[in-house]
């Protein structure tokens, strides 16, 4: 598949290269080609090609939202709303806030009553949106390791094909997927990335993942 990434930061980076090695297609999105870290990307994944959030949208058969949550809503602006019509939009993205987090614990700009996939949802209408990869670190988001154990990666979305697709790409990845149902299921999934980052702000421990314990 044509994968198109927009977003140049370590998540998208990260998933980017992920892609490449699953054998897709994959153009990198950011408003500089010429940043470092995009450059250095770009040198030891030759295979994957850079553009700009807007390439990087026509680009994709199925598209990365990987930007800084408060600035999503420019980000499609840049990427063109026509560019994401009727296509799988896999939203990695999180609402913080940037005040600092209390005792470990980050704070959202968003509400229990709407999460910030339902906005990009609402900003998209037609597109096929689906929660995934926001609740895990970026160093474990590719075929992390937990010695044989695979962690649960929660998605929710409307569309039930692009959900199985997405499904499928995290089975590639290492994951095993957990259904949540429709967007407004984002508003808890996306506070479980609160939940995830507390052990890493009180104890310098970033290296876990959630799983659901099933009968
Ligand atoms: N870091 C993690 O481990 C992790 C884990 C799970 C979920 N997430 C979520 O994933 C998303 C990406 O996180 P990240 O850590 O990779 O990067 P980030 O620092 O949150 O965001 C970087 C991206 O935001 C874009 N950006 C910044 N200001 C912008 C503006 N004014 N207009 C348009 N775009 C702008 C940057 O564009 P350029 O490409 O042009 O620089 C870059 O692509 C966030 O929503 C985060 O909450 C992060």
């Known amino acids: 598949m044509k994968v198109g990434i927009i977003g140049s930061g370590i998540v998208g980076r990260v998933l980017a290269t992920g892609f490449l090695k699953e054998g897709h297609q994959v153009m990198l999105g950011t408003r500089n080609i010429n940043k470092e870290d995009v450059v250095k990307w770009k040198n030891e994944n030759r ?64 509400t229990l009553e709407e999460s910030l996939m339902e906005k990009i949802q609402k900003q998209l209408p037609d597109a096929k949106v689906v929660k995934a990869f926001s609740c895990v670190g970026n160093a474990l988001m590719y075929k992390p390791n937990f010695n044989g154990s695979i962690p649960t990666m929660f ?3 409307n569309d039930d094909t692009a959900k199985q697709t997405v499904t499928d790409i995290l089975t590639s990845f290492g994951w095993e997927t957990e259904d949540m149902g429709k967007v407004e299921a984002a508003r808890v999934i996306e506070p479980l990335s609160i939940l995830w980052c507390i052990p890493g702000f009180i104890r310098n421990q970033w290296t876990h993942a959630f799983k659901l314990l099933k009968k």
């Open 47 to 110: 295979n994957g090609s850079l553009g700009s959030f807007q390439e990087a949208a026509q680009f994709g058969e199925i598209i990365v939202l990987a930007v800084a949550g408060l600035v999503v809503e420019d980000a499609i602006n840049l990427a063109g709303k026509g560019h994401l019509s009727n296509k799988i939009i896999i939203d990695a993205t999180n609402p913080i806030a940037t005040v600092p987090p209390d005792n470990g614990v980050l704070k959202f700009f968003t």
């Open 155 to 157: 998605i929710c979305g």
